[in-house]
Antibody, heavy 115, light 112 residues
């Protein structure tokens, strides 16, 4: 069974940083693209970033370019999202998902950016 | 970026009756490999999204056969043949042809 478990969310002040993690199991992590998607409170889904199997390609939505960095550690079956210079509009539940087109999802981790 | 629209945004349904959601894209979703990467997701209240349909009409494992997807090019439809209580939630279409980024529709809220 595929399992994706996000962690690392919390309350942070504007301008602050957080690092999200996603622990993957139940599939061969190193053979899949991985994706981060977020959902602001009461809002829809927004694709944030994705990363190729070996980390050689990374893509970001325009609103986070230069502030967020996606990475992975295939030896640890883990996906990461380093978020810097956070803004109020980054407040959301962040989901990790398997594959480019989001075949499987984790339960999400809540990020709140507020002073 | 490809813009996805859905209608209606709110869909009151009656148990046992059919329901239908429309999704449209701002450009054709036919990929150069010949596939059309249009997915449908269900998000029940308080839960994370779950993929129901991939590549327009393929049901994911465990998805009841009352759910079906159809369409081509820029126009797509998700149909529920007979709505059950567990179908309440928000349904999103997503295109995965022209990425980055993959883009989602605004969601259709289905309630009884």
């Amino acid at each position: 069974e595929v399992q994706l478990v996000e962690s690392g969310g919390g309350l942070v002040q504007p301008g602050g940083s957080l690092r999200l993690s996603c622990a993957a199991s139940g599939f061969t992590f190193s053979t899949y693209w991985m994706t981060w998607v977020r959902q602001a409170p009461g809002k829809g889904l927004e694709w944030v970033a994705n990363i190729k199997q070996d980390g050689s390609e990374k893509y970001y939505v325009d609103s986070v370019k230069g502030r967020f960095t996606i990475s992975r550690d295939n030896a640890k079956n883990s996906l990461y999202l380093q978020m810097n210079n956070l803004r109020a509009e980054d407040s959301a539940v962040y989901y990790c998902a398997r594959e480019v087109r989001c075949r499987d999802w984790g339960q999400g981790t809540l990020v709140t950016v507020s002073s | 970026d490809v813009v996805m629209t859905q209608s209606p945004l709110s869909l009151p349904v009656t148990l046992g009756q059919p329901a239908s959601i429309s999704c449209r894209s701002s450009q054709s979703l036919v990929h150069s490999d010949g596939n059309t990467y249009l997915n449908w997701f269900q998000q029940r209240p308080g839960q994370s999204p779950r993929r129901l349909i991939y590549k327009v009409s393929n049901r994911d494992s465990g998805v009841p056969d009352r759910f079906s997807g159809s369409g081509s090019g820029t126009d797509f439809t998700l149909k529920i043949s007979r709505v059950e209580a567990e179908d309440v939630g928000v349904y999103y279409c997503m295109q995965g042809t022209h990425w980055p980024p993959c883009t989602f529709g605004p969601g259709t809220k289905v309630d009884i």
